[in-house]
Protein backbone atom coordinates (compact mmCIF):
# COMPACT_ATOMS: atom_id res chain seq x y z
CA UNK A 1 0.00 0.00 0.00
CA UNK A 2 2.93 2.11 1.04
CA UNK A 3 4.66 1.90 -2.45
CA UNK A 4 0.86 2.51 -4.33
CA UNK A 5 0.45 5.86 -2.45
CA UNK A 6 4.05 6.66 -3.43
CA UNK A 7 3.56 5.79 -6.67
CA UNK A 8 0.02 8.17 -7.15
CA UNK A 9 1.58 10.83 -5.18
CA UNK A 10 4.72 10.78 -7.99
CA UNK A 11 1.98 11.11 -10.50
CA UNK A 12 0.30 13.35 -9.08
CA UNK A 13 3.34 15.54 -8.37
CA UNK A 14 4.51 15.08 -11.95
CA UNK A 15 1.11 16.08 -13.76
CA UNK A 16 1.14 19.42 -11.34
CA UNK A 17 4.49 20.36 -11.91
CA UNK A 18 3.64 22.58 -14.95
CA UNK A 19 0.66 24.65 -13.09
CA UNK A 20 2.43 25.18 -10.49
CA UNK A 21 1.13 21.88 -8.12
CA UNK A 22 -2.01 22.47 -9.62
CA UNK A 23 -2.59 26.13 -8.30
CA UNK A 24 -3.36 27.59 -11.83
CA UNK A 25 -5.97 24.85 -12.56
CA UNK A 26 -9.52 25.65 -12.75
CA UNK A 27 -11.67 24.48 -9.81
CA UNK A 28 -13.58 21.62 -12.00
CA UNK A 29 -10.64 19.57 -13.25
CA UNK A 30 -9.29 19.49 -9.22
CA UNK A 31 -12.72 18.48 -8.23
CA UNK A 32 -13.21 15.76 -10.88
CA UNK A 33 -9.29 14.68 -10.83
CA UNK A 34 -7.82 15.91 -7.66
CA UNK A 35 -11.20 14.65 -5.12
CA UNK A 36 -13.68 12.45 -7.31
CA UNK A 37 -11.76 9.69 -9.19
CA UNK A 38 -8.88 9.46 -6.30
CA UNK A 39 -11.81 9.10 -4.14
CA UNK A 40 -13.42 6.40 -6.20
CA UNK A 41 -10.48 4.27 -7.18
CA UNK A 42 -9.94 4.35 -3.30
CA UNK A 43 -13.32 3.09 -2.49
CA UNK A 44 -12.99 0.33 -5.03
CA UNK A 45 -9.59 -0.93 -3.85
CA UNK A 46 -11.21 -0.62 -0.49
CA UNK A 47 -14.17 -2.54 -1.42
CA UNK A 48 -12.02 -5.48 -3.38
CA UNK A 49 -9.87 -5.76 -0.31
CA UNK A 50 -12.65 -5.81 2.50
CA UNK A 51 -14.81 -7.70 0.74
CA UNK A 52 -12.41 -10.99 0.80
CA UNK A 53 -13.52 -10.99 4.95
CA UNK A 54 -15.39 -10.83 7.33
CA UNK A 55 -13.21 -9.87 10.23
CA UNK A 56 -10.70 -7.21 10.43
CA UNK A 57 -12.70 -5.06 8.39
CA UNK A 58 -12.34 -1.91 10.23
CA UNK A 59 -8.52 -2.67 10.88
CA UNK A 60 -7.89 -2.99 6.91
CA UNK A 61 -10.14 0.09 6.27
CA UNK A 62 -7.78 2.21 9.01
CA UNK A 63 -4.82 0.88 7.29
CA UNK A 64 -5.74 1.82 3.79
CA UNK A 65 -6.72 5.24 4.89
CA UNK A 66 -3.42 5.90 6.54
CA UNK A 67 -1.27 4.66 3.86
CA UNK A 68 -3.29 7.10 1.33
CA UNK A 69 -3.25 10.20 4.05
CA UNK A 70 -0.66 10.20 5.83
CA UNK A 71 3.03 9.16 3.67
CA UNK A 72 1.01 12.07 1.18
CA UNK A 73 1.00 14.74 3.85
CA UNK A 74 4.35 14.24 4.78
CA UNK A 75 5.44 14.12 1.15
CA UNK A 76 3.53 17.51 0.42
CA UNK A 77 4.52 19.06 3.42
CA UNK A 78 8.25 18.14 2.68
CA UNK A 79 7.62 19.56 -1.02
CA UNK A 80 5.23 22.46 -0.24
CA UNK A 81 6.49 23.80 3.21
CA UNK A 82 9.92 23.02 3.34
CA UNK A 83 11.27 22.67 0.35
CA UNK A 84 9.23 26.01 -1.26
CA UNK A 85 9.13 27.57 2.24
CA UNK A 86 5.37 27.75 2.08
CA UNK A 87 5.01 26.80 6.06
CA UNK A 88 1.38 26.15 7.39
CA UNK A 89 0.28 28.72 4.52
CA UNK A 90 0.45 25.60 2.18
CA UNK A 91 -2.43 23.44 3.66
CA UNK A 92 -5.09 26.54 3.27
CA UNK A 93 -2.92 27.48 -0.52
CA UNK A 94 -3.69 23.73 -1.34
CA UNK A 95 -7.11 23.12 0.15
CA UNK A 96 -7.69 20.34 -2.45
CA UNK A 97 -4.70 18.31 -0.74
CA UNK A 98 -6.02 19.66 2.62
CA UNK A 99 -9.02 18.05 1.79
CA UNK A 100 -7.89 14.58 0.27
CA UNK A 101 -6.37 14.09 3.63
CA UNK A 102 -9.98 13.75 5.12
CA UNK A 103 -11.57 12.13 2.32
CA UNK A 104 -10.21 8.24 3.33
CA UNK A 105 -11.23 8.22 6.79
CA UNK A 106 -14.61 9.32 6.29
CA UNK A 107 -14.93 7.10 2.84
CA UNK A 108 -13.67 3.93 3.54
CA UNK A 109 -15.06 3.12 7.09
CA UNK A 110 -18.86 2.57 5.03
CA UNK A 111 -17.38 1.04 2.19
CA UNK A 112 -15.60 -1.64 4.19
CA UNK A 113 -18.82 -2.06 6.89
CA UNK A 114 -20.89 -2.38 3.70
CA UNK A 115 -18.24 -5.00 1.96
CA UNK A 116 -18.27 -7.02 4.98
CA UNK A 117 -21.78 -7.33 5.73
CA UNK A 118 -22.28 -8.35 1.73
CA UNK A 119 -19.50 -10.86 2.25
CA UNK A 120 -20.98 -12.92 4.98
CA UNK A 121 -25.05 -11.98 3.93
CA UNK A 122 -26.45 -15.10 3.25
CA UNK A 123 -27.32 -16.08 -0.56
CA UNK A 124 -30.73 -16.29 -1.86
CA UNK A 125 -31.34 -19.01 -3.80
CA UNK A 126 -33.28 -17.50 -6.70
CA UNK A 127 -34.73 -21.48 -7.80
CA UNK A 128 -37.16 -21.41 -4.65
Not at 69 to 86: F, S
Request: proline fraction near 7%; charge should be positive.
Amino acid sequence: MFSLATTGWTLYFIFGLPSDYLQTTSFWPIIIFGEISPALALATFGWRRCARTSALVWRIAAWIAFYMTVPLLLYDYLYLAVHQQRGRDSLRAHWYLTVFYIIPWLLLPPVAWRAARLAVAPKKNPRV
